[in-house]
Nanobody
Framework: QVQLVESGGGLVQAGGSLRLSCVAS????????MGWYRQASGKQRELVAV??????TNYADPVKGRFTVSRDNPNTVNLQMNSLEPEDTAVYYC????????????????WGQGTQVTVSK
């Protein structure tokens, strides 16, 4: 099992910045991907940014050039959010995927409890 704890959400004016952090505990050594998803009120949860093995990153189009995801060590992932817009308002969830290869490949996804980010006009 993997437990994820987020921190860093809050209220900020449009154009401002916030930094989210997530710390994983438990069986962290088989985690291959960590990152962030978000869910705005009345909408489905969507990808924000993830970091895979080897440091490869994947960003959603709306946040490219404004957000930066980083994984400084095996159990921590950060999201630096700059030039925030009201449309970025959502609950942000830390995500981790743990892959087991024996006796067969098995992917297990884990989620944090979420942290609210609110961007005012």
């Amino acid at each position: 099992q993997v437990q994820l704890v987020e921190s860093g959400g809050g209220l900020v004016q449009a154009g401002g910045s916030l930094r989210l952090s997530c710390v994983a505990s438990g069986n962290i050594f088989t985690i291959n991907t960590m990152g962030w998803y978000r869910q705005a009120s009345g909408k489905q949860r969507e990808l924000v940014a993830v970091v895979g093995e080897g440091g490869s990153t994947n960003y959603a189009d709306p946040v490219k050039g404004r957000f930066t995801v980083s994984r400084d060590n095996p159990n921590t992932v950060n999201l630096q959010m700059n030039s925030l817009e009201p449309e970025d308002t959502a609950v942000y969830y830390c995500y981790a995927r743990r892959t087991l290869f024996w006796p067969h490949r098995e992917d297990n996804d884990y989620w944090g409890q979420g942290t609210q980010v609110t961007v005012s006009k």
